[in-house]
């Protein structure tokens, strides 16, 4: 028997890949607190609770123990879909797999062991040079550059920096980053910045069309954005819990 799988026996295969997700970050413990807060969502946003999957972040709660199983019939029950849990202890974690869920490590876990990397027998003159010159290495690794124009039903990402389009991104089209996200073009599709958390990402582009912003999981849908930015050059950022669009320059 040959131990070469015909292709037509394989049931699947696994793939690397990047997809938007809201992360839902937990400030209260309380399902019923949280029951509410999401009932005043709800009537000021209904088209986002459309069985949209949401990782909850339950990094700023110090509780070992949560009702984790209870949270997320809160969110089932206003048609939120909890996929997985970033943060918590040991306990959470197990939790989170015995209800099905993922689980994901705090954002600033990666962070500190780069820090950790650094030799603390240094002066701290040399130390803080040699963490600056990382994070610029790193992100000029990380950031993307793409030309051209990002066509109708094409995803264009950046999963670990910046992306930098020159070019159109037409309607039906999206554009990710982990950082901020340029377009030299009319932006006319999706743009999903910070899609890690990164709440000080930002959007930038020459003409704002766009069919849905996106900054840390904080969503604003074409119909959201005042009709004098339209058709101008803006900035997106994530300020005051909310999205602002202003013009740029």
Not at 53 to 78: F, G, M, N, T
């Amino acid at each position: 028997m040959s131990l070469n799988a015909n292709s037509a026996d394989i049931a699947f295969t696994f793939k690397g890949g990047m997809l938007p997700m809201t992360v839902m970050e937990l400030s209260s413990a309380d399902p019923e607190h949280i029951r509410s807060q999401l009932a005043g969502k709800l009537s000021q946003s209904p088209a986002f609770f459309q069985h949209t999957p949401v990782v909850l972040s339950v990094e700023k709660l110090d509780e070992p123990h949560l009702a984790l199983e209870r949270i997320c019939a809160v969110c089932r029950d206003h048609k939120l879909l909890p996929v997985a849990v970033r943060g918590g202890a040991e306990p959470v974690r197990q939790s989170a797999w015995a209800l099905g869920l993922g689980w994901f490590a705090p954002v600033e876990e990666g962070r500190s062991r780069l820090l950790e990397s650094v030799d603390t027998t240094a002066s701290s003159d040399d130390a803080i040079d040699e963490v600056e010159a990382v994070d610029q290495e790193v992100v000029a690794v990380a950031t993307r550059l793409f030309r051209g124009t990002v066509r109708s039903g094409q995803q264009v990402s950046a999963s670990e920096g910046d992306l930098v389009v020159i070019g159109a991104v037409n309607a039906g089209a999206e554009v990710l980053a982990a950082g901020s996200i340029h377009v030299y073009g009319a932006l006319r599709g999706r743009a999903l910045a910070g899609i890690h958390g990164n709440t000080q990402a930002g959007i930038y582009c020459r003409e704002l069309e766009a069919e849905l912003l996106s900054v840390a999981g904080n969503y604003k849908r074409l119909e959201d954005i005042d009709s004098q930015l339209l058709g101008r050059a803006a900035e997106v950022h994530f300020a005051k819990e909310q999205l602002e669009i202003k013009p740029l320059g």
